[in-house]
């Protein structure tokens, strides 16, 4: 894709490292997220949380104001951790750093390793875990965030322990009700497996009558430190295979766990894929139950077609996800023209393309290191029928008058973002009917005569 004539960034097509990061320390079970930097940073990612998620979300800050920058912020962080295992009663503390503490150089593993051995210097109770990853926020995304800090989790904690779990499974950033439909194909597998992270409960419990200062639910730490001996680990997510800093393969190279990359479960193919890799390691067939969801999502694949076939989407959002929601239009007869991303890792074009290689007769537009002023000039010149992504498109769609099929993070103008599901053929059947619906409503909106079949 062409360079275009500008160098700022307008409304990002991506979010901050350490946001990322959050929502990852968060689905470990007993966990409290902590940013060493100022309480600004800490503001923002709560409110953008919780209005995607609408639960509260503790994010606590070591509160660097202006002399901190020149003097560092080491006593800040010591106080902050002492505060948030006095306040919580933490068992993990994740801390992220922030543009702040980057620039200024701040070495967090030296200043904890310091805070640790105070703490036993003075005879005080057995400190909880802490995990610290770097997530500078100007040189990459939240996604670069979630994945650091999930292998922030395993690298510093992760052994090979006794009583191992079949599967690790590396899910990257699902949605609540995606873990929750994982876990239930995992179950009629009889699979017991470690989700890391899991934030099906941390970032979507039930109403209770108190207040609990750290949600119920995560992935338990007791888990985490047998993964090494698990006897697989999955790790879903096409952009991740080619990085050598990936989870699985810090699993596979430490502790020799086989590596199952594949993609996101999204549509027919890439699901088939994950029962297919789950029947060859339990040796089980699915159940008739997923038998019977796959048929009837090709017998709708079928019906959908005269509403979907030649239709143009522009897809983007975070990279794995916008692969795999490619991997499906495709299969259902949209072409996607332009697949965006706001992500650099540089493995997206590759990862669209191999999803779509065998059925598109050319590859969709790619672009990466995105903004959405770049999106809607794209999308203005390839006149898509519908996009498919998050609400920071919404604007887009309003302007080119065509439908808004909200999916991924942040969703902050629909409610129930958190209960959207993507993944399975469950998944897939949901967003089927939501892309045909769209555009029916769409052409309904259009026609001057509306609809009367009434
Ligand atoms: S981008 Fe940097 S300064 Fe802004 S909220 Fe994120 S960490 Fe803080």
């Not at 995992?186 to 899991?198: E, G, H, N, Q, V």
């Not at 995105?370 to 000039?377: C, T």
């Amino acid at each position: 894709m062409e360079p275009l004539p500008y160098v700022s960034t307008t409304n990002a097509c991506k979010l901050c490292g350490p946001l990322g990061a959050c929502l990852a320390f968060r689905g470990v079970e007993g966990a409290v997220p902590m940013l060493h930097g100022s309480q600004g940073c800490a503001t923002y990612m709560r409110r953008y949380i919780i209005s995607h998620f609408r639960e509260p979300m503790d994010i606590a800050s070591s509160a660097l104001g202006e002399k901190h920058a020149v003097y560092g912020g080491g006593a800040n962080l010591k106080q902050g951790l002492k505060n948030v295992m006095t306040k919580f009663g933490a068992r993990l503390i994740g801390i992220a750093t922030t543009c702040l503490t980057e620039t200024i150089g701040e070495d967090v593993p030296m200043i904890v390793e310091e805070f640790r051995r105070e703490i036993r210097r003075k005879g005080g109770e057995e400190p909880p875990a802490f995990v610290s990853v770097r997530t500078p926020s100007y040189s990459g995304t939240h996604m670069e965030g979630f994945h650091g800090a999930v292998r922030a989790v395993v690298e510093q904690l992760a052994g090979e322990g006794h009583a191992a779990r079949m599967l690790n499974l590396l899910p990257g950033f699902l949605s609540p009700e995606d873990l929750r439909h994982l876990k239930e194909i995992l179950a009629a597998f009889r699979c017991a497996a470690t989700i890391l992270p899991d934030i099906s409960m941390t970032l979507d419990g039930p109403a209770l009558d108190d207040y609990p200062k750290i949600p119920g639910g995560g992935t338990p730490i007791e888990d985490i430190w047998r993964m090494g001996g698990a006897g697989a680990t999955f790790e879903l997510g096409r952009t991740l295979h080619g990085d050598p800093q990936s989870t699985g393969k810090l699993l596979k190279e430490r502790f020799e766990v086989a590596l199952h990359s594949m993609g996101v479960p999204i549509g027919l193919r890439e699901t088939d894929t994950f029962f297919g890799a789950l029947e060859q390691l339990t040796g089980m067939e699915r159940s008739p139950r997923f038998a019977m969801e796959r048929g009837r999502l090709v017998d709708s694949y079928v019906d959908a077609h005269k509403y979907l076939f030649g239709k143009r989407a522009v897809v983007y959002g975070e990279e794995d996800l916008a692969v795999g929601l490619t991997a499906f239009l495709a299969e259902v007869g949209i072409t996607p023209v332009l697949c965006a991303t706001g992500g650099r890792s540089g493995r997206f074009r590759s990862a669209v393309e191999q999803v779509t290689a065998d059925i598109l007769p050319e590859a969709p537009a790619v672009g990466e290191g995105m903004d959405f002023r770049q999106i809607e000039e794209q999308a203005e010149i390839l006149s898509p029928d519908i996009m498919i992504g998050h609400s920071k498109g919404y604007s887009i769609a309003r302007k080119l008058g065509i439908p808004l099929v909200r999916v991924g993070f942040p969703i902050h103008d629909r409610f129930g973002g958190q209960r959207t599901l993507h993944v399975g053929y469950r998944g897939t059947q949901s967003l089927l009917d939501r892309i045909v619906n769209g555009l029916i409503e769409g052409n309904q909106n259009n026609s001057p005569v509306g609809y009367g079949y009434m």
